[in-house]
């Protein structure tokens, strides 16, 4: 592509974002947040309005029982594009809550920008990042058009573990197919590299209950009574050693090693251990010695919170009858959640704790694309052209989404890609991204697609 284009390029996403900015604005201030069923019709139409006015057909699909509505959207590829070739963007419309409300210094569903930066509730996670990848079409279409052809599928239930994603792309297995599936969410790592991310890891999340007794008895009785509390955290603590090791038999049944591929990409990742320490204020040592590895490829255990008897003010002297604990397992391929919390129970009954009762949640299934596909090579070498040395090939990502029954659908590579931050602070009070981010993150969304549908 000439440098002339070029220019012609970054002019008209200049004016694409400058143009959509109130958009952008309509889209944020709608506090669409799953988990209180919140705005989500109102959500709805703005997308279905917004990918209209680019010229796509929209459906909205409504047949997954108990879901909400799931838009999708198809846009053929310009007179000079590559008909044969179909990219399919993943997005979703919901957010977190913006709770605690005052802890922002601006109104959470208000686009605010100061210091350079967009500050609203979904601006990084996930509303921002839909709303570049349009501007990014907007400006291909005014400049020749679209490289491929498009898909978008917008699911609103993310945030609360896009629990009909599965029964979704079951039934429309066939509307998705594509050729690649560009994901939500990335950007720029706390060293300022931009990360291609080829996959997420798997969760399975698992309540563990005790019960001793049928109701909370005098604390003198322990001198032959045993006690849920104590049974819980014994038996918990069987499931873990003290450096994070899984003791759960079974637990990595499955998992491959590292391809040489994978392993060249984690060991180029950059850990900076003192500014991790410094910015989660950590007060013991790390758990393994390669953490930039740990992430991507160690299956972990973690209770998330436990509770039983009494803990308040003043004395109790009581033996509780019952407690309860929820973990969680963050999972790497090869694992399946439900087997794993079966795994759980297995082994809390051969510990000696038959009596702790395991029963399963939600979870996702891991997913890592193949580094070695020309789709992510495309990616990565559309990365160094938008920003230069410093990109960095992520196999997964830390944190998990419902890719792997996409795969199973469609069977194409996915990568993650997008605008965010070390500093975006997604999930948290103050969600921003920075503006000069924002720009070129269109930039790379239409330079992947002009070097995707190149013939
Ligand atoms: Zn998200």
């Not at 070739?85 to 605690?100: G, I, S």
């Not at 005098?218 to 849920?228: I, K, P, Q, Y």
């Not at 052209?385 to 795969?407: H, I, M, R, T």
Request: glycine share 10%.
């Amino acid at each position: 592509m000439s440098e002339k284009t070029t220019d012609a390029l970054q002019t008209a996403i200049d004016q694409a974002l400058k143009a959509d900015r109130p958009r952008l604005a309509k889209y944020l201030s709608i506090e669409t947040v799953a988990a209180k069923h919140l705005g989500i019709e109102e959500t709805v139409s703005v997308i279905e309005q917004s990918l209209q006015e680019l010229g796509a057909e929209v459906e909205v699909w409504r047949d997954i029982p108990g879901s909400n509505p799931f838009v999708f959207g198809t846009l053929p590829a310009g007179p000079n594009g590559n008909s044969d070739k179909t990219l399919l963007f993943y997005n979703h419309y919901d957010v977190q809550p913006a709770e605690p409300l005052d802890e922002w210094d601006s109104e959470p569903f208000q686009l605010t920008e100061k210091n350079g930066q967009y500050v609203a509730r979904g601006v990084s996670d996930d509303k921002g990042e839909f709303m570049l990848r349009l501007s990014a079409v907007k400006a291909l279409q005014a400049t020749g058009g679209l490289p491929c052809n498009l898909k978008f599928i917008l699911e609103g239930e993310e945030e609360v573990g896009s629990p009909h994603i599965e029964p979704m792309t079951k039934k429309h297995g066939a509307a998705l197919a594509a050729d690649a599936i560009i994901w939500e969410t990335g950007g720029k790592d706390a060293d300022e590299n931009f990360q291609v991310t080829c996959g997420v890891k798997g969760t399975a999340s698992f309540n563990v209950t005790a019960k001793s007794a049928e109701s909370d008895l005098h604390s003198s009785l322990a001198a032959f009574v045993d006690n849920a509390v104590w049974r819980l955290v014994q038996g918990l603590s069987t499931l873990r050693g003290p450096k994070g090791e899984v003791l759960v038999d079974g637990f990595n049944d499955g998992v491959k090693p590292l391809t040489p591929t994978e392993q060249a990409a984690v060991d180029q990742l950059p850990f900076n251990e003192e500014a991790t320490r410094k910015n989660f204020g950590l007060k013991l040592p790390l758990l393994s010695d390669k953490p930039a590895e740990a992430l991507i490829n160690r299956p972990t255990i973690t209770i998330n919170g436990i509770s039983g008897g009494y803990e308040g003010n003043g004395l109790k002297t009581v033996l509780p009858k019952e407690a309860r604990a929820q973990l969680d397992c963050r999972l790497v391929p090869g694992q399946d959640p439900r087997h794993v919390s079966e795994l759980v129970q297995q082994q809390l009954d051969k510990n000696g704790f038959s009596d702790l009762h395991v029963s399963y949640n939600q979870g996702e299934p891991a997913f890592r694309s193949d580094l070695t596909d020309s789709f992510v090579q495309t990616a990565v070498a559309t990365a160094h052209e938008v920003y230069g040395d410093a990109v960095k090939l992520v196999p997964n990502a830390g944190g998990s989404g419902p890719q792997a029954p996409f795969f199973e659908a469609v069977g194409v590579p996915i990568i993650d890609v997008g605008s965010t931050w070390a500093g975006s602070g997604a999930h948290a009070p103050n969600e921003n991204v920075r503006v000069s981010d924002y720009v070129q993150a269109a930039r790379y969304t239409a330079r992947v697609l002009q070097n995707f549908g190149e013939k």
